[in-house]
């Protein structure tokens, strides 16, 4: 599957099949193939459930380390109280790895992004967060703070959106992907025209778009600064 449209029939094959045998072999047998495109496509026109159980069978099928992190994931999530999260932190400890911190931090954006469920989107970024602290890896601590500031913005929290992408934005370098900069970048310029602060917001556009390498980060931010 090398094309959009050939990713997009094979979603369309997989939500037509009359069968979950079916579905297990049509997943099973593209399980290399199938990328953050596939998902991307799949969440777009498919329920939570069969998202889940698509993701549940291609884990499966890609190998021991993907579905030790599906089945630690929801274990993960369990709690109620910040104790109770400390403790699940404890007890899986040796389950934990950088991979999992990363799949929890691509459940937050995509609760936020896609989903529209902020609860989940709270809970993975709080998760994270302990794994994060736990497990000393400063550099995805950024990441955190992009979607916290994203799901703030969402809830309408301005002054809480706004302080989150700082943090992102006044990362060490070193700790920060261009891309994720560039995403807290345009993110803050949709903030300041949330505000109504049009004037503000050109400012930022126009100072950030010279350092914008992708050209749909480009053409993101030239269509905000647009409105």
Not at 56 to 75: F, K, N, S, W
Not at 129 to 146: F, G, N, V, Y
Not at 155 to 174: H, K, S, V
Not at 178 to 207: C, F, M, N, P, T
Request: glycine share 4%.
């Amino acid at each position: 599957m090398k094309s959009r449209e050939d990713i997009e029939s094979f979603v369309q094959q997989l939500l037509a099949a009359p069968t979950s045998e079916i579905v297990r072999a049509l997943v099973t047998r593209n399980a290399s193939e199938l990328g953050p495109l596939f998902y991307e496509i799949l969440e777009a026109h498919a329920s939570a459930d069969f998202a889940i159980e698509v993701a549940q069978i291609h884990m499966a099928a890609r190998g021991d380390a993907e579905a030790r992190i599906l089945r630690t994931i929801p274990a993960l999530l369990d709690w109620e109280t910040e104790e109770e999260l400390t403790a699940l932190v404890s007890r899986h400890r040796t389950a934990l790895d950088e991979r999992l911190v990363d799949t929890l931090l691509d459940l937050a954006e995509k609760c936020i992004a896609y989903r529209d469920d902020p609860k989940l989107a709270e809970r993975a970024l709080k998760t994270a967060d302990a794994l994060i602290a736990h497990l000393q890896l400063a550099h995805l601590k950024p990441i955190s703070d992009l979607h916290r500031g994203n799901l703030h913005l969402r809830r309408g929290e301005i002054d809480l959106a706004e302080a989150a992408l700082e943090r992102t934005l006044q990362a060490p370098r070193g700790d920060l992907k261009a891309l994720v900069w560039a995403a807290a970048a345009i993110s803050k310029g949709h903030l300041l025209l949330s505000q109504g602060r049009a004037e503000d917001a050109v400012g930022w556009y126009a100072q950030i778009i010279p350092s914008l390498t992708d050209s749909h980060q480009v053409h993101l931010a030239m269509l905000l600064w647009a409105r």
